[in-house]
């Protein structure tokens, strides 16, 4: 091998109060899909910012080509060879997706040119897309589609991707790591930041591994177990969840014909659900996203009424009940998206808590807030999840994303559930984080409640599920034993109506 | 009713909408770029007077607009400074910009009221003001009439066919995106708020130096405001923006008009109040379309 194409030397830079990357040196390969791992707050985002020039390091330098590399801003990075997909799309809604691809380069020609550039780069990476069609009304998978053949028009030599399966479905990845091979094919450098370890093994061919803004170790990911890297992530010994295990009680919530009309446009209706969940249990329900996940959260929850008797929550019909009402009588929900859902954004922790313990936390007497209990409740759930941050006033906002999943996960548990549901309960959290999350999640079944955890984590699931159940376009599977459901037979409970999306068929 | 003559009152319609026109189509950039000032009547006024003081000290009309063009964006840089730089709240800083725009133009005017200022010449456009009907609606105007027009046309081309506005546009939908790509968020920014405070500048000296033409305090009245919730009428779109000021100085017109006519028996306060009425009546039966999306939200580079 000749020169690397990037080389980086004792990289810092220090912001008040934090150093966010220490002497960071490593070298990426020409045609290489280089893993950069860490946790929520490694430092990976700052340095990736640094190579993409909207961060210029304090001390340290890096080379491209064997030639000194200081790009003052994106536009230099990119003229020279640098593109960077990121982690939340640097999308513009009310445009298209030709304006949208023309903004991010730096001599577009005319918008109907680029239109037909769009359509012959995206056919041939297997990744269609309509240059006219409005970027606001395109899926997640779709939007990254944008990103990237943005990216590729550019014929970049180095291809950074932050994140980039956190909001995709398990096709969607599938497609994008076709894309990623036939871009290494073709000698292009892939830095590919991520958490998730088992793409990581997949797909990447190094990795350096970061932990509070230090290089902490380097490894072919290929031959290095998930769980070495996951410790070397962490600096500590990750424990699998356990429990002891199977005592299941009384059915405490009973799902009868459950069925509704989609709640919005481009939602999934829920079709003739059954199902019967029992005191000390966990169901776990898998499924491609969008096949009823949101909707049967959001009737469970109450967000989404139902005929009365399709919902019973201890032989009472509940179907018409309200989510406070819910709530009083035992049944919670933690919904998916943590920003604006599970939690609002520029409220303070101790506020948070109060949006939803309210009423089982005693924490309103005739109308009034009492703040020195949601205070306390607050406290008690950064406690106990070991949430890191300055304290209960903090806005939910300042948290990183797998330190707010902590506290709205938490806030639910801590408030002595009989049934609990919730949905992606480790999304775009890092592994320290979910280990805690999922036992808490076991040692609250243990105690005696009743859990339904949906996720798309097809491991998550087996882990931590006494029984398996799968959505497939609003159907419910009939719930079988996780104990021993081979993955063959899981892809056959997930399976059925979908087409697998051949993308990569025709080329 | 009878003795309203229609050729008449289309002309004065082109006359009374240009000013609010030209306000409108400032703070149409200034809203895409993502920028909310509602100090429009104050940069309206300052243009009018310091249009007219221009004027009236030089001899000359046009060097009157030009120092009411760069008097508005001065006073629009003072929004500009503290809402970009010092991430003030846009809201309150643009009605604060209104109130002191009044009472500057006030003290400014102060020795002008009641003076007599230059004469507009109209513009002369052989053949075509002669054609019947048509010629005196449309061909008889002063320059600043074609001009507002012209900078209409220039704002459609400049936002829908060149890179930079489409800049512009990328800017008022998400800064942050825009930042992360390596654009100019403020100074974008700074400089559409700069065009809005120059327009509605000419806007306000088009009051003072063509449609009145004299200086009296306070003599914008509202068509600041006015202009504001054009925009918005148009959904931020150039060409529906004409429409709106041309409806809302139809319906001026029209009621001067019929107050001049005596023909009509009814106060003249519900006269006075129909175009507003009538403005405001579209919009809420128009729908909307959809706001920049990152309009009026402060912008810090830091994340």
Redesign the interface.
Known sequence: MTTPLLELSGLTKAYPGVVANSEVSFDIARGEVHALLGENGAGKSTLVKTIY??VQPDTGQMRLDGKPFAPP???AA?ASGVAMV?Q????????NVA?NV???MEE?PALNRLAQQIREVSNAYGLPLDPDRIVGDLSAGERQRVEIVRCLLQEPRLLIMDEPTSVLTPQEVNILFETLRKLRAEGVSILYISHKLEEIRTICDQATILRHGKVVGKCDPKTTAARDMAEQMVGATLSTPSRAGGRTGEVVLELTGLSAPAPRAFGTALRDIDLELRAGEVLGIGGVAGNGQDELAMALSGEMATAPGMIRFKGREIGREGVTARRHMGLLCAPEERMGHAAAPDMSLTENALLTAGPREDLVRHGFLRWGRAKGFAEKVIERFDVRTPGPGTAARALSGGNLQKFVIGREIMQRPEVLVVNQPTWGVDAAAAATIRQALLDLAEAGAALIVISQDLDELMEISDRFAALNGGTLSAPRPAQGLGIDEIGMMLGGAHDMAPAHGES | MSNIDPILLLSAIIIVSTPILLAAIGELVVERAGVLNLGVEGMMITGAVCGFVVATLSGSPWLGFAGAALGGALLSMIFGILTQLFLSNQVATGLALTLFGLGLSALLGQGYIGVKGPAVPDLYLPLLRDIPVLGPILFRHDIIVYLALAIVLGVWIFLNRT?AG??L??VG??H???H????KVVRVRLMAIAFGGACAGLGGAYLSLVRVPQWTEGMTAGAGWIALAIVVFASWRPGRLVLGAWLFGGATALQLALQASGGVQIPIEYLQMAPYLATILVLVILRAG?A??SLGRPFHASS
Do not use: I
């Not at chain 2, 992360?180 to 654009?183: D, F, M, S, T």
């Open positions: 020039g909207l801003e994106p536009r990119r990121f939340h799309f640097s999308l513009f809604d009310a445009m304006e023309a903004l991010g577009p | 890179r489409r800049v546009r990328a939908e998400n942050d995106a825009a992360a790509l390596g654009y959809r920049p999306g």
